[in-house]
């Protein structure tokens, strides 16, 4: 199993901050890693796979980095429709296994 | 627009065999483009794959579930499923079907979800 880990747990911010999220695997999973947004009562949408390819439909001001064991998503300007939960999640190795999540709450 | 639809009791008692529908609105299900995941999530806690079917049938199962659980598909119906077997309170989740979509080759990822089945055992 590959433990993903996150950091930080949780973050305050305001409309218009530079937002970062950090995911560190266990091991390499090289660049198999997606972002994932999840808002309360709802499934979690997609926003980065392969690392850093933005989905289609999703604000450019999101973006991720990374490969191997260090990866980061990036909100350059925090949105209302931002606040949220983010989970990272790497599909290299099968457990496929997500971080624990990173919620982003208003300041 | 595809849409997956989750179905099946909202409680299961414990030791009880937990079973779950995805109703996939569209022909997909039968395309080699995609394959078909469960995700669990906990009340108020993180997400966990628990495995997946293509539509050969051929199926790929996390391992820390993978001596309960079974994911089969039926093409025919546009329906895939999940049991889970012997549960206990451990096992109370939110149950999301979801659809799998190839990049490059073989990256992957969830690009479509259903709202997701709460179950409690």
């Known amino acids: 199993d590959v433990q993903m880990t996150q950091s930080p747990s949780s973050l305050s911010a305001s409309v218009g901050d530079r937002v970062t999220i950090t995911c560190r695997a266990g091991?390499?999973?090289?660049?198999?890693l997606n972002w994932y947004q999840q808002k309360p009562g709802e499934a979690p949408k997609i926003l980065i796979y392969?690392?850093?390819s933005l989905q289609s439909g999703v604000p450019s001001r999101f973006s991720g980095s990374g490969s191997g064991t260090d990866f980061t998503l990036t909100i350059s300007s925090l949105q209302p429709e931002d606040f949220a939960t983010y989970y990272c999640?790497?599909?290299?190795?099968?457990?496929?296994?997500f971080g624990q999540g990173t919620k982003v709450e208003m300041k | 627009q595809v849409q997956l639809q989750e179905s099946g009791p909202g409680l299961v008692k414990p030791s009880e065999t937990l079973s779950l529908t995805c109703a996939v609105s569209?022909?997909?299900?039968?395309?080699?483009?995609?394959?078909w995941s469960w995700i669990r999530q906990p009340p108020g806690r993180g997400l966990e794959w628990i495995g997946y079917?293509?539509?050969?049938?051929?199926?790929k199962y996390n391992p820390s579930l993978k001596n309960r659980v079974t994911i089969s598909i039926d093409t025919s119906k546009r329906q895939f499923y999940l049991d889970l077997s012997s549960v206990t309170a451990a096992d109370t989740a939110v149950y999301f079907c979801?659809?799998?979509?190839?990049?490059?080759?073989?990256?992957?990822?969830?690009?479509?979800w259903g709202r997701g089945s709460l179950v409690t055992v």
């Open positions: 979801a659809r799998s979509a190839f990049r490059y080759g073989h990256y992957w990822f969830f690009d479509l």
């Open positions: 569209a022909d997909s299900v039968s395309s080699s483009s995609y394959f």
């Open positions: 079917v293509y539509y050969t049938g051929s199926t």
């Open positions: 091991q390499s999973v090289d660049r198999y």
């Open positions: 392969v690392a850093s």
């Open positions: 999640q790497q599909t290299y190795i099968p457990s496929y296994g």
